[in-house]
């Protein structure tokens, strides 16, 4: 069961009006869910869009910001809780902390950078926790082909690539991570021979 959803999303709007309404989308759901969102913290973008969502239909969204970023990302003034941190290290692994499961809407290298932290980190047990991408308007489409490559090419075992899932429906996606069991890794369960 998911009691709280970490969010990685751009602080971006992106170039569709698709973008921010999927994640208006996704915080308006979480909340009727009563499932609490953790995200970066910002008001701009679509981190914005997805607090905001939440927030207007009565759910608890917590912030975590590196002091670098908190006016460059312009910190969300009305969240539920605002955690401001010394590192991007310390956000992610706070934002960690706080979730029970992860899901990625569209962004930039951030959104990147963060969902293969967290997918690595399942792939080495460091947590068995969903990850799931918001795949709106077929935005990863190319990194989902990219990601079965690397599988085909046996760079990420099946059982691995079976740790990201992706849906373009938010409600949906959100239902599948609810629900999710995550496989167990086997990356470090034997040697290849030589």
């Not at 975590?64 to 956000?91: D, W, Y």
């Not at 085909?152 to 373009?168: G, H, S, W, Y």
Request: with cysteine; aromatic share 8%; net charge negative.
């Amino acid at each position: 069961m998911i009691k709280r959803l970490c969010v990685f999303c751009g602080s971006s709007s992106g170039a569709k009006p698709e973008y921010v309404a999927a994640a208006t989308a996704a915080g308006t759901y979480l909340a009727k869910k009563g499932i609490g969102l953790v995200y970066g913290g910002g008001r701009v973008g679509l981190m914005g869009a997805v607090a905001d969502a939440a927030l207007a239909a009565g759910g608890e969204v917590l912030g975590v910001i590196p002091q670098a970023l908190f006016e460059k990302e312009i910190a969300h003034p009305g969240l539920t809780q605002l955690c401001v941190v010394g590192s991007m290290h310390e956000r992610k692994a706070h934002m960690a902390d706080l979730s029970d499961a992860f899901m990625a809407l569209p962004g930039g290298f951030g959104t990147f950078e963060e969902l293969f932290e967290v997918i690595t980190w399942s792939q080495l047990g460091v947590h068995r926790k969903a990850f799931g991408l918001l795949n709106t308007l077929g935005f990863y489409e190319q990194l989902l082909a990219f990601c079965d490559t690397a599988m085909n090419e046996k760079f990420i075992n099946p059982v691995d690539r079976q740790l990201v899932l992706a849906n373009a429906d938010p409600e949906k996606l959100i239902d599948i991570l609810s629900v999710h069991e995550v496989p167990t890794s086997t990356k470090w369960l034997k040697v290849a021979e030589t």
